[in-house]
């Protein structure tokens, strides 16, 4: 194979977007010695990072287990601020990155791949661009995000509206002032969550329009202290590889008793204790809040008891509680200040789960045949994720097969990596792994590991194709689906499940059985000669392992 050409026509591996999967992508292939094009259709690195500059935006993993675990180097010399992440400080860290393991030069910005179809004879890729580029390359791999795709519903009247409009997922980069403005926030999932406390405070007024009621739980962020961080580098290295056997790639201390098994004490003392603590840790109150609808509502009402007692306005707070479906089998929403943004004289909460949003018009919107006026509406309307980035490319396997039509009814991956029919196609936290339901930083990693020595295995080996045997594939999406099911997630309408956009089948899109016990499965997959796989060495068929 050849080594690395910034602009040839014909390379090892091309890589479809340059967030945190690409960006490790490229270093680890470039570093195997395989030729990489990585094209990417925003204006610089960093993915999710780079297009969600919205006021308030922030991870809700700790920041020294959101970053890479690759370089030894690079986790020692990296100093977080704040325990959670403000999204400036991760955009830094993925510039960082891409600095210094001088990854630009093979990094093509502003260019989207419109088309990549295999072409059966020569045993390649063709992969094309929106700017008329066509390379051929031996492998694709789609690094192209879970949440990468805004998306907006198709309200009447959108075109008319005569004020601005911004996305949360698409924000400006020289950001908005609000000033004086009346600004109209559509939607109150995570993104909304973590914007309306701070657009409350730039804009002269801000009516939130709220279907859903979403649980959320605070952040308690705060700044990193250096004794802090030395607990974590000095033992970094043991820490990571216990983050890579939890359940979710964090590490978080899980209380091993069940909700029902202990006095109503003891829950408010426990919940009490993990609400002051801040993020998501909280889920670990207790081992059965996911699969046991009645421990569940233990953790749901406590939290309902937070909002009402936060939110002065009693009806606004009931609006603002979540009732129809368990806690956590949405993503869980981790916040600073939202309910308490409610008691602001400037803020207003609009309910539309029975009275949607009739139309918008050139002032404003109307509900329920009320007007409301604004200068400018904030979508936060999430994203249409896990399968809708890639159905924008128009990706066609063997045959002619396009990947859109073979997921009609849902996504059909073997491990979440690869899809029958696509050879040499590759996905980075597809559906079917564990991807949106974990640490996303440890899954990339554990997704980018497993491919790229899976092409050094056919390199060693000679071999030309890989794709998954029939069976595999249909094995593990039914095993994806019964390991789902056993939990409480199916009961919620969530973009796990596609609910959020019209038409999508509703399927439980990622893997929930955990991250570590993914990481297992993969390793055991490999270490069975690539049990479930079928590769082609050209002239010899290679039987494939079941
Ligand atoms: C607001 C928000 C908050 C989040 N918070 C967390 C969190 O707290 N914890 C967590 O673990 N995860 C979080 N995530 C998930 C986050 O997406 C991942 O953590 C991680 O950044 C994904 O990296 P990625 O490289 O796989 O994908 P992305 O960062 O989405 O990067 C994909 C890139 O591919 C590019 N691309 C897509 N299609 C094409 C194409 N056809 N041609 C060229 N380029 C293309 C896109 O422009 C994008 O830059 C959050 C996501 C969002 C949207």
């Not at 973590?194 to 649980?215: K, M």
């Not at 790229?452 to 390199?459: A, Q």
Request: proline share 4%; with cysteine; hydrophobic share 40%.
């Amino acid at each position: 194979m050849s080594i690395n050409q910034g602009t040839a026509s014909t390379v090892d591996a091309v890589i479809v977007g340059a967030g945190f999967s690409g960006l490790y992508l490229l270093h680890r292939l470039r570093g195997l010695g395989f030729s990489t094009r990585v094209f990417e259709a925003g204006g610089d690195v960093g993915g999710t990072w780079y297009w969600n500059r919205y006021p308030g935006c922030r991870c809700d993993v700790e920041s020294l287990q959101y970053s890479y675990s690759f370089s030894e180097e690079l986790q020692q010399e990296r100093n977080w601020p704040e325990r959670f992440s403000a999204q400036p400080d991760i955009l830094k860290y993925a510039n960082h990155v891409a600095d210094r393991f001088d990854l630009r030069r093979d990094i093509q910005f502003e260019t989207t791949v419109t088309r990549a179809h295999f072409d059966a004879a020569r045993r390649r890729w063709s992969v094309e661009t929106d700017t008329g580029e066509n390379i051929a390359a031996r492998f694709l791999i789609m690094a192209t995000g879970c949440i990468s795709t805004a998306q907006i519903p198709d309200f009447d009247g959108l075109s008319d509206f005569a004020g601005e409009t911004y996305h949360t997922g698409n924000w400006p980069h020289e950001g908005v002032d609000f000033t004086g403005r009346r600004i109209a926030v559509i939607g109150t999932g995570s993104s909304g969550i973590q914007a309306i406390p701070v657009l409350a405070t730039q804009a002269e007024h801000v009516t939130v329009f709220q279907r859903t009621p979403n649980y959320s739980l605070p952040c308690q962020n705060g700044p990193i202290t250096d004794e802090y961080a030395r607990s974590w580098k000095d033992n970094y290295a043991a820490l990571r590889e216990e983050q890579r056997h939890t359940a979710k790639g964090n590490i978080r201390e899980l209380n091993n008793e069940s909700a029902l098994a202990v006095t109503q004490e003891r829950r408010a003392e426990m919940y009490q204790k993990r609400w002051a603590i801040g993020g998501a840790g909280f889920l670990s109150s207790f081992n059965d809040l996911l699969v046991d609808r009645a421990a569940n509502e233990t953790a749901a009402e406590f939290v309902r008891t937070q909002i009402r007692s936060i939110v002065r306005h009693p009806a606004t707070a009931e609006l603002l509680v979540a009732k129809d479906y368990p806690i956590g089998t949405k993503r869980i929403c981790i916040d600073s200040g939202y309910f308490e943004t409610f008691n602001r004289d400037n803020v207003a909460l609009v309910d539309v789960a029975d009275t949607p949003i009739e139309r918008i018009t050139p002032g404003g919107l109307v509900v329920d045949g009320r007007s409301f006026e604004f200068d400018a509406i904030v979508f936060a309307t999430g994203f249409d994720a896990m399968t809708g980035t890639l159905f924008k490319v128009d990706i066609q396997g063997r045959g002619g097969a396009t990947l859109r039509d073979k997921w009609a009814a849902g996504p059909r991956t073997y491990l979440g990596l690869m899809t029958r029919d696509f050879p040499n196609l590759f996905m980075i936290t597809g559906p079917g792994s564990p991807s949106v339901l974990s640490n996303m930083m440890v899954s990339i990693e554990q997704h980018v590991d497993w491919v790229t020595e899976s092409l050094v295995h056919m390199r060693a080996e000679n071999l030309e194709l890989m794709e998954p045997t029939l069976k595999a594939e249909d094995d593990w999406v039914e095993h994806v689906n019964v390991v789902a099911h056993k939990t409480l997630f199916p009961l919620a309408a969530s973009w796990y499940m596609g609910a959020n956009i019209p038409g999508k089948p509703r399927i439980f899109m990622p893997y929930i059985g955990g991250v570590g016990t993914y990481r297992s499965i993969c390793e055991a997959v490999v270490a069975d000669g690539y049990r479930g796989f079928a590769f082609d060495a050209g002239a010899a068929r290679v039987a494939a392992a079941e």
